[in-house]
DNA sequence: CCGGATTTGTTCGTATGTATG
DNA sequence: CCATACATACGAACAAATCCG
């Protein structure tokens, strides 16, 4: 009899529903103010209520779910004035974080962060379908993630990760202009070489810079 | 037979529990480390664990606790180099909400902000003693979030009220040095003017240099 | 390496609050 | 305004995982 593949040591139904329902809302087959009843979900999943309820109330505090005692919760996304908001946030935040990557990321993380790139950039070389746009989205979420990591500012990541969370449901569904890859491969190549010559301050405008012009597309549409 | 003096309505035994938890790690009657069992609190407030069991993982999410799972829980307070991370970001975020409330604030919430900074020097007049320093620190988040409020910035705000509640231990512990409630007086009476003529660009520039001043009070400690 | 004690995770049943007729 | 329908909030018991001897 053979194990199981995937190692479920220390994760709780309450985990794996939670990661279920953001994918659910991410890929837009939970839509905005879709309603989510705890018995029909503990159903689906072949479950009681109670993980599924403290699922909702963990994705109600990251911002994906509104819960309304005794009413129920429902799929919540972000006005465009709050998407706004988190623009605004990420230009100050994951400018901070990068500047202190740059000081103190290691050979081995420099080396992780051109490995996730290099098959970025191969996700990126195959047209741009709904299927693989899921995987460039993942992708390059770890790239940025990695060099944030490479911060050692645990409490600063958490919380951008949580900002990139609010927002993922956009980004996703947005269709991406045809120059897209592009742009994105010459930025993170420009972010490696920043981080390799340890240029925090550059690296931190820059990146802001681009920031910038990332939210000003999300706001014409 | 009379009505509760306290209107519960949507307010949940979960929330209650979590606010009196946070007072106790506010104030210092639950220490770092501190087991917190669920069955054990579920005992001293008279309600099942369910409840117990949600405002810990409440607080967990907001920074306060820490859970492992099939483990426990124990009461977290952020080390110094956490403390420093959660300075840095209120830099930068603080002053991107006062900029905004510049901009938006109403007569009637800058009148809201002039009462409550009365209130906030008469509890000063008095001496500093362990009772009213927990009121002083209440008094002074209200002034400050109702800067933060009148920017219109829900996200952001609900985003900074997480990183007070991340180091109020810390503030309400500390020892105040004498001439803070002047200090701060001062500080305050610069913002209120400062909100009244719309100046954003110098309040924003006043409350970061106020709060890097803070920053490096608390990094000696 | 294994078994008991302990604590959390989950299930199911009941109570309570909300909205609609 | 009251009754009823519905969904959540809570309580008690069982199952699973961890730790220690």
Redesign the pocket.
Known sequence: MPNSTIK???M?????IEKELMNWIMDGRLDKGQ??????L?EIF?????????A??VLELKGLVE???????TVRQLSSSEVKQVYLMRCLLEPLAAEHAAELITKKELNNLKRIQEELECLCCVEHNPENRRMVYDKNRDFHMAIYNASKMDILVNLINNLWDNIAFLRIRSAYSPDYPEMMKREHRDYIHLLSVHDGKTLSKVLRENLEQHAKFFQVI
């Open positions: 479920l040591q220390n709780r139904m309450k985990d794996l309603r989510l009843r705890e018995d029909e503990a072949g479950v009681s209520r109670i993980p599924v309820r403290e909702l109330h819960v309304t005692p005794y009413i129920g919760a």
